[in-house]
């Protein structure tokens, strides 16, 4: 059963924007944080954005000010609008909750190129 499917990656030149979206099953979304993580080539996978059931949010210093993570309780979604993109922002980009599922869904890639 898919529990976790995130989209919206894509290919975006320096300074661009995208805007993830991930549908989660309910299970997870219950969840207290709900988070966006992301894995470059060649790195660990780190958490990025978080957001709380009620709407409390937190970011990474590396995204502050650039991301902003949000949900739809309605919808079992969560979100990640990212602007000012750079090339450091290449990677993976996932969602699950904290702490992770152990069960991942198969991500949706960003890459920044110019």
């Known amino acids: 059963q898919v529990q976790l499917v995130e989209s919206g990656g894509g290919l975006v030149q320096p300074g661009g924007s995208l805007r993830l979206s991930c549908a989660a099953a309910?299970?997870?979304?219950?969840?207290?944080?709900m988070a966006w993580y992301r894995q470059a080539p060649g790195k660990e996978r780190e958490m990025v954005a978080r957001?709380?059931?009620?709407?409390?949010?937190y970011y990474v210093d590396s995204v502050k000010g650039r991301f902003t993570i949000s949900r739809d309780n309605a919808k079992s979604a969560v979100y990640l609008q990212m602007n000012s993109l750079n090339l450091e922002d290449t990677a993976v980009y996932y969602c699950?909750?904290?702490?992770?599922?152990?069960?991942w869904g198969r991500g949706t890639q960003v890459t920044v190129s110019s």
């Open positions: 699950n909750s904290i702490p992770p599922r152990d069960s």
């Open positions: 957001i709380t059931r009620e709407g409390n949010t």
């Open positions: 309910e299970i997870i979304f219950s969840s207290y944080y």
